[in-house]
């Protein structure tokens, strides 16, 4: 599955108040992650996606995706373990004088159809995998 969403940043969307967007997904396992920032945005237009408030997307902290007619596109293996299959985008603009929409992209799988795809992973593959990158371990 392959799921579409816009988010429209409207003038006066500051970090502080940020356009919110919060998006229903299925069980599964996202597998990529698309944003594409239209032309127009001249780096001004910041989106971020959060999973229950705990940002997952870009992976550093307090941090924003920024571009200009550029698609960002993220491969992970990111597990939507239980209900509810909720992600929330954040956007927010530098710029006063237009609004843009973004449009982000999640492509989710089934997963047993990930793990055929990508090789089975252990409990024990993925702690070592999220220390390797500096993150908790799984809740």
Known sequence: MFYEFPIT???GKTRADPALQVIKLTQGLIH??????PDGCTGLVHVRVLWLDHQVWPTNPNE???SDGHVIIVDDYFELYGPPYLLK????SEA??????VTV?????????????????TKSDIAT?????????EE
């Open 32 to 37: 990529r992650l698309e944003i594409e920032f």
């Open 64 to 66: 924003y995706f920024t």
């Open 105 to 121: 992209r999640i492509g989710v799988l089934p997963k047993a159809v990930a793990d055929h795809v990508y090789g089975k992973m």
């Open 9 to 11: 940043v409207a003038v």
């Open 129 to 137: 995998l999220r220390e390797a990158f500096g993150l908790s371990p």
């Open 96 to 101: 006063l004088t237009y609004s843009h929409t």
């Open 89 to 92: 985008i954040e956007g927010w």
